[in-house]
């Protein structure tokens, strides 16, 4: 990865739009805006754990609140790029999991899905990215559990690359008390940290990915 990422910064020094960006971080809202120069900056999209609560075979969806929990609406969307970080990829599986309002999983385990009930089954996900390579989903903001600062898992595939098991944050929580004392994913990079803005009581989100070519 670290290869690529140099390759990348390279490719963002050439076309004279990496130094401006960086200037311009500490001043936006989030560390990491979806434009080109950010993608190439971070580089391909970091791994991190799945964690004890990642159940295959989740169901094909974008509206994951299917049992109508109660929480503040959340809406979560991006593109899939390939390494270059400009061209999209369409066709992308996007799956995405998350703790309810109350920072339970929802089952609060892990296996096959045929293993629970119907009804013990929420706040998972998944989808194919559209031809220019988009995805969305529509939920509720989770809520922390543990130590762990506010998070969304996500596990990201396509044809000919390297798929990606991630997590994604709220920047408003970075480099506060919570973040320090979560000692998962250390370091994650700018690009997984996103900065949610409230549209008529909805939290939107942006989370871009890049995948490594396999
Ligand atoms: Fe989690």
Redesign the pocket.
Known sequence: MKTARRRLLRQAGALGVLAPVTQAWSQLPSACAPAPQCRLACGPTGSATA???YVTNAPETVDINTAKAAGKPMRIGGTVYREDGVTPVPGARVEI???DAAGA?HPHGSGDISRYRRGDINLRGATRTDVAGRFAFTSIV?GQ?GS?RR???WRISAPGHVPVTT?SYWVEERGTAIEKADRTDLGAEDCRWVAFKDEQGTAAGTFDVVLKTA
């Open positions: 964690g004890p609560f999991w998350h703790a999983y989770p559990y762990r998070h969304i898992h997590q």
